[in-house]
């Protein structure tokens, strides 16, 4: 994969045409519409809701790091899924992977197939058992690799041709790599999706989701349905995004060798029952994620060996904070069963290990040695708050 240049179009992204002030900083123009010289004539700006400078200022930069033709920034990663689902309608057929994040779960199961959508939730790790899946009807495969939060890897490159040959669309939620880990687009896919939310905002402050396009149908198809939908990201927010994306690769490093420690250390705990990080070489996804990727991120899901555990982790953290959300700076530990996959049914979450054991870790940039230190203090601590 090539990475040449990614540090610096994360600092200094899409160089705009319309501020001559010499700002390094790019502006925040924090205004709903734009006034016209006259009639016929535009600034290329109309309507904040159609576009707006510094929100175009970091689609282009997104873009640029997915290396896409271009992107469309929204009020949240659900909301860039809930315009995306409206390129499809009533006899489509999409194939997803059975262990998405949750809302996109429940955006499908709900909403979509209250539209008529019909959707087959498998293990699109096996190439396979997709292949046989498809139908005429099929117009897209969904995935997310690794997935949320059980960390199965599905191989893109071979996912996208089965999606060409048979004239589907290959849509990849890219939030748990961002493209300074995996680019989708380059292995063929052709709609990246992103929680902007978690590693490309990078701070737990800014909701944000991103659609990264590579054809010119898709983009002008996704701008009409982003401009009717009305769900995008707002000047301040694009620029919280636009500060956050300066440092995504000094982030991501950090968080990755982080996370290499505490997975190892979580594989040593006796009350740690198994570790799902795509960086420990006995994971199956492992030489995928090699092929596909070049680094592991910094997500980890682990279970322990009793609920009772997995509470009194919860409930005395001190440093790692008990709450839903990834890929900031500071570190999260999350409770899926009861967060992201609470409208889950409970025995489709069972099936897939979402079980009362199951937590997920979300590495920040504290020392290593203070988040095993409060994790060790969390576990000792006897009884709970
Ligand atoms: N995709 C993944 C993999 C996520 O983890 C999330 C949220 O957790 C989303 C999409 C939805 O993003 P948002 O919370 O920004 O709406």
Known sequence: MDQRGFYTKCIHGYKNSYDNTGAVSVPIYQSATFAHHGLGESTGFDYSRLSNPTREHLEKTVAGLEGGLDAIAFSSGMAASTTLMEMFRQGDHIIASEDLY????????????????????????????????????????????????????????????????????????????????????????????????????????????????????????????????GACLSPFDSWLILRGIK???????????????????????????????????????????KRQATGFSGMISFSVSARDIAERLLNNIKLIQFAESLGGVESLLTYPMTQTHADVPEEERRKKGINDCLLRLSVGLEDPSDLIADLKQAFELPGGK
């Open 102 to 229: 949750g809302g996109s779960l429940r955006l499908f199961n709900v909403l979509s197939r209250k539209k008529g959508i019909d959707f087959d939730f498998i293990d699109t790790g096996d190439v396979d058992l997709l292949r046989s899946r498809v139908r005429k009807e099929t117009k897209a495969i969904f995935i997310e690799t690794p997935t949320n939060p059980m960390m199965h890897v599905s191989d893109i490159e071979q996912i996208s041709e089965v999606a060409k040959g048979n004239d589907a669309l290959l849509i990849v939620d890219n939030t748990f790599m961002t493209p300074w880990f995996q680019k989708p687009l380059d292995l063929g896919a052709d709609i990246v999706l992103h929680s902007g939310t978690k590693y490309l905002g990078g701070h737990n402050d800014t909701l944000a989701g991103f659609l990264v396009l590579n054809s010119q149908e898709h983009l002008d198809e996704l701008r009409y349905l982003a401009k009717t939908v």
């Open 247 to 289: 440092t995504l690769p000094l982030r991501l490093e950090s968080q990755q060798k982080t996370a290499l420690i505490l997975a190892e250390w979580l594989k040593k705990q006796e009350w740690v029952k198994k570790v799902y990080y795509i960086g420990l070489p006995e994971h199956p996804g492992h030489e995928i994620i």
